[in-house]
């Protein structure tokens, strides 16, 4: 089978080309290239069906191949990708924010699937179903062990259709049974909107939808309408991206029309395109500001990236992720499809944000993280200078620099959640804009920790411990043994030291926990708006329109 399977990664590198060239007109390949790709999928028909025939073992054709083609594309880019038909719903909840199913986010935690998020108004949530809840079986099926992947399809089904599920609440003994009807559930981009001090409005997009435009423009109408507002702060942190289509449609909302808003550039100049903004604009004078941060991605990197260009925008936060490629669906055979990238994008400046060059590879096998702009400075339509090459660089950097070790374990173990899970059962909470980490609470949250024997390793931990080995290695050791023995038992992690050190990161975190496990991710955010840098940074630049302008205004050539 390794030989076999190895074999069929090979050939298969000449699958995705037809798969591909499928789509296209004749006229877009040259005849060298048809004759080609015919030729090697003759010789790939072959040795398959050789295979099946003659090879020593059984073959499972359909396993291999589908292997393979994810080994294939994991070669070109990350986001080049083959959908099978039982994997549509996933990939259209990414595209419209619509699926059919019980209107709940679940979790993998240790072998177990928790309910993270029953959304408001949803039959998960009309159910009784909370944050925390376990589920132990769906329709009769024990699903110990099984992947959050799996369970959402089993949760998921044709609208109206009964899916019965078991589960265990923290404190009970035995598990509930509960039997929902599975509606189609529309997930609302806009998490939450309202008006913050100085007249200032906020609106936070979660994520680029088929809804996204039309329901941010319904948030900013109220917004400007009905209370007044004097500007408006988007925020676009965590915003992962999506629909092209509603970016530009809200891009349009606050620029001229005839501006270009974004470039498409492909392989075959004659299918690159410029969009430009159609209509005619909401607001172009409104004082505007966008939040990002590293999460913010591909339709959140052009929003924010063209508004700069623009000068229309103050840009806050920390510099983006850099995901300048854009993906077309293909349909293919027996219902699956393949997301392909297709193209680069292009702001108006003329910068491509994107950050890893998936092209190139160095001698050693590794992908560059050259930027793709050959210039690492462009100007704005003010003639601002701005960074190009991986991302867009916010014009105020309010972000906090790294995260501790500690902070990063007690969130890649799940253990705000776990914690918050035993905790709410006993404890009621005030709302989101008043609700306080306690000492009390802060303490109960150090006693559970040290009672999972929580442990983690600080990166200078690693460093001292990998450059022993270095000196080791050498015959060095003897002669820094003393100063290295010192020096590790100084930077040894100590929790109560650095649970003291780090707490106002950690108090942040738990805080949301808590308020998302009782208030959902309206409450999450609502309480971490409170002590927001970021946030607080657009408010002093909004609330002194001399200085706004002036930011946008001055030119650093």
């Given at each position: 089978?390794p030989?076999?399977?190895?074999?069929?990664?090979?050939?298969?590198?000449?699958?995705?080309?037809?798969?591909?060239?499928?789509?296209?007109?004749?006229?877009?390949?040259?005849?060298?290239?048809?004759?080609?790709?015919?030729?090697?999928?003759?010789?790939?028909?072959?040795?398959?069906?050789?295979?099946?025939?003659?090879?020593v073992?059984?073959?499972?054709?359909?396993?291999?191949?589908?292997?393979?083609?994810?080994?294939?594309?994991?070669q070109?880019?990350?986001?080049?990708?083959?959908?099978?038909?039982?994997?549509?719903?996933?990939?259209?909840?990414?595209?419209?924010?619509?699926?059919?199913?019980?209107?709940?986010?679940?979790?993998?935690?240790?072998?177990?699937?928790?309910?993270?998020?029953?959304?408001?108004?949803?039959?998960?949530?009309?159910?009784?179903?909370?944050?925390?809840?376990?589920?132990?079986?769906?329709n009769?099926?024990?699903?110990d062990?099984?992947?959050?992947?799996?369970?959402?399809?089993?949760?998921?089904?044709?609208?109206?259709?009964?899916?019965?599920?078991?589960?265990?609440?923290?404190?009970?003994?035995?598990?509930?049974?509960?039997?929902?009807?599975?509606?189609?559930?529309?997930?609302?981009?806009?998490?939450?909107y309202?008006?913050?001090?100085?007249?200032?409005?906020?609106?936070?997009?979660?994520?680029?939808?088929?809804?996204?435009?039309?329901?941010?423009?319904?948030?900013?109408?109220?917004?400007?309408?009905?209370?007044?507002?004097?500007?408006?702060?988007?925020?676009?942190?965590?915003?992962?991206?999506?629909?092209?289509?509603?970016?530009?449609?809200?891009?349009n909302?606050?620029?001229?029309?005839?501006?270009?808003?974004?470039?498409?550039?492909?392989?075959?100049?004659?299918?690159?395109?410029?969009?430009?903004?159609?209509?005619?604009?909401?607001?172009?004078?409104?004082?505007?500001?966008?939040?990002v941060?590293?999460?913010?991605?591909?339709?959140?990197e052009?929003?924010?990236?063209?508004?700069?260009?623009?000068?229309?925008?103050i840009?806050?936060?920390?510099?983006?992720?850099?995901?300048?490629?854009?993906?077309?669906?293909?349909?293919?055979?027996?219902?699956?499809?393949?997301?392909?990238?297709?193209?680069?994008?292009?702001?108006?400046?003329?910068?491509?944000?994107?950050?890893?060059?998936?092209?190139?590879?160095?001698?050693?096998?590794?992908?560059?993280?050259?930027?793709?702009?050959?210039?690492?400075?462009?100007?704005?339509?003010?003639?601002?200078?701005?960074?190009?090459?991986?991302?867009?660089?916010?014009?105020?950097?309010?972000?906090?620099?790294?995260?501790?070790?500690?902070?990063?374990?007690?969130?890649?173990?799940?253990?705000?959640?776990?914690?918050?899970?035993?905790?709410?059962?006993?404890?009621?909470?005030?709302?989101?804009?008043?609700?306080?980490?306690?000492?009390?609470?802060?303490?109960?949250?150090?006693?559970?920790?040290?009672s999972?024997?929580?442990?983690?390793?600080?990166?200078?931990?690693?460093?001292?411990?990998?450059?022993?080995?270095?000196?080791?290695?050498?015959?060095?050791?003897?002669l820094?043994?003393?100063?290295?023995?010192?020096?590790?038992?100084q930077?040894?992690?100590?929790?109560?030291?650095?649970m003291?050190?780090?707490?106002?990161?950690?108090?942040?975190?738990?805080?949301?926990?808590?308020?998302?496990?009782?208030?959902?991710?309206?409450?999450?955010?609502?309480?971490?708006?409170?002590?927001?840098?970021?946030?607080?940074?657009?408010?002093e630049?909004?609330?002194?329109?001399?200085?706004?302008?002036?930011?946008?205004?001055?030119?650093?050539?």
């Open positions: 089978m030989n076999s399977n190895y074999l069929m990664r090979k050939l298969l590198l000449t699958c995705l080309v037809l798969i591909v060239c499928h789509h296209f007109s004749p006229a877009q390949l040259s005849e060298k290239n048809r004759f080609e790709i015919s030729k090697n999928m003759s010789v790939y028909s072959a040795v398959l069906k050789e295979l099946s025939m003659s090879y073992d059984s073959i499972l054709v359909e396993e291999i191949i589908s292997d393979n083609i994810a080994f294939m594309l994991k070109l880019d990350p986001y080049t990708e083959y959908i099978p038909e039982d994997e549509l719903p996933d990939f259209l909840l990414a595209a419209t924010g619509e699926y059919t199913g019980i209107g709940a986010d679940i979790l993998s935690h240790k072998g177990q699937i928790f309910i993270a998020e029953p959304f408001d108004g949803m039959p998960a949530a009309a159910a009784g179903l909370q944050v925390g809840d376990i589920l132990t079986e769906i009769g099926e024990k699903i062990g099984r992947t959050a992947d799996y369970i959402r399809k089993l949760l998921s089904g044709k609208p109206n259709t009964k899916v019965t599920i078991k589960f265990l609440r923290q404190g009970d003994k035995k598990p509930r049974k509960v039997t929902i009807r599975r509606k189609r559930i529309t997930i609302d981009p806009i998490t939450y309202c008006v913050l001090p100085g007249n200032t409005g906020y609106i936070c997009l979660s994520k680029f939808t088929t809804h996204s435009a039309q329901n941010l423009k319904a948030a900013f109408e109220d917004l400007k309408t009905n209370r007044g507002i004097a500007s408006l702060i988007i925020d676009v942190r965590n915003n992962g991206g999506g629909s092209l289509e509603d970016c530009l449609e809200i891009l909302c606050f620029i001229p029309r005839g501006r270009i808003l974004m470039t498409e550039k492909g392989k075959d100049p004659k299918l690159n395109k410029t969009y430009r903004s159609a209509q005619d604009a909401i607001d172009t004078v409104i004082p505007l500001a966008i939040l941060n590293r999460q913010s991605a591909s339709a959140a052009i929003l924010a990236g063209s508004l700069q260009d623009w000068d229309r925008a840009v806050i936060g920390s510099r983006t992720f850099g995901k300048g490629l854009l993906q077309i669906s293909r349909k293919l055979p027996h219902k699956g499809q393949l997301k392909v990238t297709s193209a680069k994008y292009y702001i108006p400046s003329g910068r491509c944000i994107q950050a890893v060059d998936y092209a190139h590879h160095n001698n050693a096998g590794s992908i560059s993280d050259l930027p793709d702009s050959p210039d690492l400075f462009f100007y704005t339509a003010k003639g601002r200078r701005v960074r190009g090459g991986g991302g867009v660089f916010p014009d105020f950097d309010a972000e906090e620099k790294g995260t501790p070790a500690i902070l990063h374990q007690l969130e890649t173990e799940n253990l705000f959640f776990e914690f918050v899970v035993q905790w709410q059962a006993k404890h009621p909470v005030d709302p989101p804009r008043i609700f306080t980490i306690t000492n009390n609470i802060y303490n109960e949250f150090k006693n559970f920790l040290k999972k024997s929580f442990t983690y390793t600080r990166q200078s931990e690693k460093a001292i411990g990998n450059l022993k080995n270095i000196l080791a290695a050498e015959s060095d050791w003897e820094a043994a003393k100063e290295f023995n010192a020096l590790e038992k930077m040894k992690s100590d929790l109560d030291h650095d003291d050190f780090h707490k106002n990161r950690i108090v942040n975190v738990l805080g949301r926990q808590i308020m998302k496990r009782y208030y959902l991710s309206k409450g999450e955010l609502i309480y971490s708006l409170r002590n927001d840098r970021s946030l607080n940074k657009a408010l630049m909004l609330s002194d329109r001399d200085l706004y302008l002036k930011t946008l205004a001055s030119s650093n050539k």
